[in-house]
């Protein structure tokens, strides 16, 4: 017996439902747990806030994309506005939006878990889980010689410098390598969650709900009994007055690191104070490069090559990694601080121009809490980030490093994203860069990923949920996405969630 | 950069030691000074005209369509498509754009911490290019926070135009067909689904609709 889908605008009439397990969010996280319950053969609803779009509706124009598929219409942020936060939100989640490259849970991590938050989770046990998640989703390494020139001159930087650097595995199939992964992939070539694991679990029975948002868990003698939802206005996004009123035998929250802790904080759940703090973002930054020969850094696959040649710095500092960015206009012009002349001649360059990125690995440090999602008294989230002294030391290192790489990539000027951006020409003048500010607008930051914010552990005078995924002190509550994450991963976070949440089923499936 | 930065330093202590005298000798005047506000084209769902016409004035200077192609500011009518995306912001953020946009324009603010006593929309170019310039390197994070959220609106409601691709050097997206697709796109998931379900044969390495071959990039 199929599933449904359901879209806000054909609930016309308050509703109330019972099921097995309710899963709040339908991105990397809530759609594979879905497949896996509905395949077992329990009823199970999924509850999406964003809109429900296919290929049809993607124009692949950032003016449609943007304010669509994006968390605040891709106006996210830290509440300094510091950090600027890429976080998808229509069904699929961010899987509709990110840009395919995938890894397992590095060992390093794990052994890091293992030693500080006392997660016993082995690379044998998740093995499994990745294998299945590798064959759905078609993980696979992308062909070098389908690298777009972007992603070419990382690979050729890094080899000329001597640094590691390696094709990365994607999430693809039949990909028409467009290079439009972040504005929704036109040919379902991406293997995103509304194409691959959400259909499962409609063919298995589950009712997918979109444009329905969570308000708050009703928790009754230990549990949770009610999940209270309201029905929003696809184009606004506002609330309308339908409700939908859950009564589920286990509820799920997979909405996201910053969504997740917002609803349990909503809902009165604060896990000790422990609920939105450990919240870790990859913070990004970039160094353009321009070259002579066009680089069209808008056309082909967004991600394709990598670097993890500092990913381990020793024991007191930040490690980074490499990738490359895609740049459509919209992006490009949002990079930096400048205005007029100046910026129209940059904008006016951008075939030229490639975008290299540094990704920087929060929550492994001592004492590095991360940032902390919060509620403000009108409702609203609060995202806060400390950028701290070691942050900062390690941008300076990715801004010389990222600079010397593009310079070595062939770039006849390299540009930093600084308020005032530097400005070389020669790699005599990398030592500008040791005199340059670095941190909160200072310079472009942003972040792709969001980790954390209910955080796993094995020990609960630190930690949000259990091993097996169970919310501490509450009945019948698991959270199953990149939420749990107790640090951020050193490598982009989907496969582990996916894998995370196969492994999850179990857990789930055994509390109805 | 440092100049302007020395000068917000400079109009932070203007505002502690001269706050209350420029008040008395009628401060309230000049921050009721009206700008030059012009008539919105339509029906404005988050600014009112006044913010409006600061956001047009503001897009004026930081587009300038100074490169052969680009369309003015104007033209792509910036401040009408900046109300549109805060139009489906939560009503909070929208408001606190538009407080930023009137504080902007607001003279007395310009001259207590610019030296800036005309509203943005009256000043001459160049001034408002230092007012902007002003905001941007303050070292109040207020000023630098909606600095941030203005620039951020103009810029990508004007980039993100297609009109303006060309001045990037930007063919725009190819055109895949998409918009033309069958409208089953679930119809043939669900069956893939089901196919999948019964244990029936879905080939590895083929999509489940549309099959295009790994290609190389388009453009």
């Known amino acids: 017996m199929s599933g449904t889908i359901t879209i806000g605008v054909d609930l016309t009439s308050d509703q109330s439902l019972d099921c097995d397990v309710c899963i709040v969010g339908s991105g990397a996280g809530g759609s594979v747990l879905a497949a896996g319950l509905a395949q077992a053969g329990l009823d199970v609803v999924v509850l999406e806030a964003g809109p429900y779009l296919t290929r049809r509706d993607f124009t692949l124009h950032e003016e449609q994309a943007y304010p669509d598929l994006y968390q605040d219409r891709m106006g996210r942020a830290t509440s300094d506005l510091a950090i600027s936060i890429l976080q998808g939100r229509s069904v699929g989640g961010s899987t509709t939006v990110n840009w395919t490259t995938c890894f397992r849970t590095p060992q390093r991590i794990l052994d890091h878990w293992g030693e500080h938050h006392g997660i016993a989770l082995s690379a044998d046990e998740l093995a499994p889980h990745f294998e299945a998640v590798e064959q759905r989703l078609s993980i696979h390494p992308w062909p070098e010689a389908l690298a777009n020139e972007n992603n070419r001159k990382l690979l050729v930087g890094a080899r000329a410098l001597g640094w590691e650097a390696a094709p990365l595995r994607r999430n693809v199939k039949g990909c028409a390598n467009s290079g439009y992964c972040g504005l929704g992939c036109p040919v379902n070539g991406k293997q995103a969650m509304h194409i691959t694991y959400l259909p499962d679990a409609i063919v298995a029975g589950a009712r997918l709900f979109a444009d329905v948002q969570v308000d708050r868990l009703e928790v009754q003698a230990g549990r949770v009994a009610v999940v209270h939802a309201r029905v929003l206005d696809r184009f606004s996004g506002r609330a309308t007055e339908r409700t939908l009123t859950l009564r589920p035998k286990v509820t799920v929250l997979s909405g996201g690191a910053v969504n997740n802790p917002a609803l349990l904080l909503r809902s009165g759940l604060d896990g000790g104070g422990r609920v939105g703090r450990r919240t870790f973002l990859h913070p990004v930054v970039g160094i353009g490069g321009r070259y002579e020969q066009p680089v069209n850094p808008f056309y082909g696959a967004p991600q394709s090559i990598g670097s993890h040649q500092f990913i381990d710095r020793g024991p007191d500092k930040v490690g980074f990694f490499f990738e490359s960015a895609p740049m459509q206009p919209t992006l490009m012009s949002t990079t930096s601080a400048i205005f007029g002349a100046l910026h129209d001649e940059l904008m006016g360059q951008l075939p030229h121009i490639g975008v290299m990125i540094s990704l920087h690995v929060d929550g492994l440090l001592p004492g590095d809490e991360g940032g902390t999602v919060s509620l403000r008294s009108d409702g609203r989230i609060a995202i806060d980030y400390p950028i701290t002294p070691p942050l900062i030391e390690a941008m300076k290192e990715s801004h010389k490093t990222l600079a010397q790489l593009t310079f070595a990539a062939g770039a006849v000027e390299v540009f930093s994203l600084h308020t005032d951006p530097l400005r070389m020409t020669t790699q005599d003048e990398l030592s500008r860069l040791d005199d340059a500010a670095y941190g909160g607008h200072e310079h472009a930051i942003f972040s792709a990923h969001q980790m954390g914010g209910c955080s796993m552990g094995g020990d609960p005078a630190t930690s949000v949920v259990d091993l097996e995924h169970r919310f501490r002190g509450v009945d019948g509550l698991f959270v199953v996405d990149g939420s749990v994450l107790p640090t951020a991963l050193g490598v982009n976070p989907s496969e582990t969630i996916y894998g995370l949440s196969r492994r999850a089923t179990a857990f789930v499936q055994a509390a109805v | ?219």
């Open chain 2, 1 to 219: 950069m440092a100049d302007t930065r020395t000068t917000s330093r400079r109009s932070v202590l203007k505002v502690g030691l001269l706050g209350s005298a420029m008040l008395a000798a009628g401060g309230v005047g000049l921050g009721l000074w009206p700008g030059a506000h012009q008539t919105p084209p339509g029906w404005l769902q988050a600014l009112t005209p006044a913010s409006w016409s600061v956001a047009g004035a503001v897009a004026r200077r930081m587009c300038p369509a100074s490169r052969t192609g680009l369309p003015s500011a104007d033209t792509v009518d910036v401040a009408t498509r900046m109300d549109a995306v805060l139009g489906r912001m939560h009503p909070a953020d929208a408001a606190e754009v538009h407080q930023a946009l009137l504080l902007l324009e607001n003279a007395l603010a310009g001259l207590l911490l610019d030296g800036r006593p005309v509203p943005f929309t009256r000043a001459d170019g160049p001034t408002q290019d230092a007012a902007l310039a002003a905001w941007r390197d303050s070292r109040l994070p207020l000023r630098r926070k909606a600095y941030k959220a203005v620039r951020n609106l103009v810029m990508s409601s004007y980039w993100s135009h297609p009109d303006t691709y060309a001045g990037a050097g930007y063919p725009g997206p190819p055109d895949f067909g998409q918009a033309r697709a069958p409208a089953d796109d679930l119809d043939a998931l669900v069956e893939e689904g089901r196919r999948r379900m019964a244990g029936q044969d879905v080939p590895e390495g083929q999509p489940a609709l549309d099959p295009v071959e790994d290609a190389e990039q388009p453009g």
